[in-house]
C-alpha cells in the first residue's frame, strides 16, 4: 500500500440509532439538536458527518424523509461539510426503508454494511430503571434475538442503485474479518470502485473485538485484498473510541468518533457534545504532528463527486 496521506480524515457520527435519550441528555435526538451538534463538529474539524435521523418527538430511529431532508438542507447551508447518511439505518429497519431518504439525498457519503451479524445492545438496558420513553427498553432488548440483516442482495441492492444510480461513495463497514472479503467480492465484481474507504469497526458485541492485535490483522489482510486501492479508518467502540484510533493514526490511519460510537469523554465523564470528542482526537493527531483534511482534500483523497452533485 501507498503511504498513507498525512492528512487525517476525521469522520463525527453525531448520533446514531443504538444509544437510547435516556442515556445521555447531551445525545442529540431533534432535528434541530442533531443539526447544532453536526455544525459544531465540523467546526471542530470533522470534515465528515455520518448522519442518522431520529423521531422529533420520542427520538426513535426514523426513516422519515422529510425529517432526514431538513437535516442535511440546514447543516449545509451553515458548512461545507461532507455529509454521509446511513444505509444501515436500524437494526430492526428493512433494507427498503433504509434507503428512502439515501435515495432521495444523492449523498456524497453513505455507510455501507458488509454483511449480516448479530449486534447486540441489550446489555445496556440493564443499566437503566426509568426511561424517558417507553420505546427505549423494547428497542435495547430487541437485539438479544435479532439480526442486523445484510445480505449479498441487499449490498447488491445498495451498490447498484445508490453507488452506480447516484454517483455516491461509501463508508464501508467493516466489523470483523470476513467483511473484508465480502468488501472485496464486490470489488473483483466491479460493482464498488476504488478508492475504497474501508471504517474497520471494532469493539461491538457480534463482531471483532477491540483489541490492538485485532486492529493490525485487519490492516494486514485489508493490505492483502486491496493493495493501494483503499483508504481506512478506525471506530473503536465504547472506552475504545480514543485508543483505537489512536493506535489506527499512528499506523496511517483515518479516524472517526462521535456520541454514535462512544456517550463518553472519559472514564465516568459524559461527553457534553460531538465536537467535544472531535477537539479531543484533533488534539491527539497534532500531536504526533499530523494535519487534519478539510472537508475539499477529503473530497479529493477519497474522489467524492462534491456538495454539488447531492440531492438536496
Not at 435519550?21 to 442533531?34: E, K
Not at 463538529?41 to 427520538?59: M, T, V, Y
Not at 456524497?108 to 440493564?126: C, I, P, T
Not at 468488501?183 to 466491479?190: E, Y
Request: hydrophobic share 40%.
Amino acid at each position: 500500500m501507498k503511504k498513507a496521506s498525512r492528512k487525517v480524515i476525521i469522520t463525527c457520527a453525531v448520533t446514531g440509532a443504538g444509544h437510547t435519550p435516556t442515556m445521555s441528555p447531551h445525545l442529540p435526538v431533534t432535528p434541530s439538536d442533531i443539526v447544532a451538534q453536526a455544525v459544531g463538529a465540523a467546526q471542530a474539524g470533522a470534515s465528515i458527518i455520518h448522519l442518522h435521523a431520529r423521531d422529533p418527538k420520542d427520538g426513535r430511529p426514523t426513516s422519515d424523509v422529510n425529517v432526514w431532508l431538513d437535516i442535511l438542507q440546514r447543516i449545509k447551508q451553515q458548512c461545507d461539510v461532507v455529509l454521509n447518511t446511513t444505509t444501515g439505518g436500524s437494526t430492526f429497519m428493512p433494507i427498503e426503508q433504509r434507503l428512502i431518504a439515501p435515495l432521495r439525498a444523492k449523498p456524497e457519503v453513505a455507510s455501507l454494511n458488509m454483511g449480516s451479524m448479530n449486534f447486540g445492545s441489550y446489555m445496556m438496558a440493564d443499566k437503566y430503571t426509568e426511561w424517558k420513553f417507553d420505546w427505549e427498553y423494547n428497542h435495547l432488548e430487541g437485539s438479544r434475538d435479532a439480526v442486523f440483516r445484510n445480505t449479498f442482495k441487499d449490498i447488491e441492492t445498495i451498490l447498484e442503485q445508490l453507488g452506480k444510480g447516484c454517483g455516491t461513495k461509501f463508508e464501508c463497514e467493516c466489523y470483523d474479518v470476513g467483511h473484508l472479503y465480502t468488501l472485496a467480492h464486490f470489488l473483483d465484481r466491479h460493482l464498488i470502485e476504488p478508492p475504497l474507504f474501508i471504517q474497520m469497526v471494532l469493539g461491538t458485541l457480534g463482531g471483532i473485538g477491540a483489541d490492538p492485535e485485532n486492529l493490525v490483522h485487519m490492516k494486514r489482510i485489508a493490505d492483502k485484498l486491496f493493495g493501494d486501492q483503499y483508504q481506512w479508518s478506525v471506530l473503536g467502540a465504547g472506552k475504545n473510541q480514543m485508543p483505537l484510533a489512536t493506535i489506527g493514526a499512528t499506523m496511517g490511519s483515518h479516524v472517526r468518533v462521535g456520541l454514535e460510537d462512544s456517550l463518553y469523554a472519559g472514564r465516568g465523564k459524559l461527553a457534553q457534545s460531538n465536537a467535544e470528542q472531535v477537539r479531543t482526537i484533533r488534539s491527539i493527531l497534532e500531536s504526533l504532528s499530523l494535519e487534519i483534511a478539510t472537508p475539499d482534500e477529503t473530497r479529493s483523497i477519497l474522489k467524492l463527486k462534491g456538495a454539488a452533485q447531492v440531492g438536496f
